[in-house]
Nanobody, 121 residues
Framework: QVQLVESGGGLVQAGGSLRLSCAAS????????MGWFRQAPGKDREFVAF???????SYADPVKGRFTISRDNAKNAVSLHMTFLKPEDTAVYYC???????????????WGQGTQVTVSS
């Protein structure tokens, strides 16, 4: 079992930056590929970024070049550094662990409660 707690959300102006963090419980954190997802009001939850156990990353097209996912296995944490933020990045951001398939966009076993990111124009 893994518990995930996100932090770092907030209100930022367009063009600004935020760093989201996800703290994980449990000693098996390093075994899990991790992902970040987001859900905007009235929209489905969507994939944002993925990092494998060994640090291989992938990103959704809308955030490529602006967002960076990283992990620190010693601290049981994964981060999402978001730059050049746009109003369309406004959403609740969720951390997820242990994808149920090889598809990083797919369902995950464990989810955090989410953190709100609001980008003003």
């Amino acid at each position: 079992q893994v518990q995930l707690v996100e932090s770092g959300g907030g209100l930022v102006q367009a063009g600004g930056s935020l760093r989201l963090s996800c703290a994980a419980s449990g000693r098996t954190f390093s075994r899990y590929p991790m992902g970040w997802f987001r859900q905007a009001p009235g929209k489905d939850r969507e994939f944002v970024a993925f990092i494998s156990r060994i640090g291989t990353t992938s990103y959704a097209d809308p955030v490529k070049g602006r967002f960076t996912i990283s992990r620190d296995n010693a601290k049981n944490a994964v981060s999402l550094h978001m730059t050049f933020l746009k109003p369309e990045d406004t959403a609740v951001y969720y951390c997820a662990a242990d994808p149920l398939s090889s598809d990083p966009n797919g369902p995950y076993n464990f989810w955090g409660q989410g953190t709100q990111v609001t980008v003003s124009s």
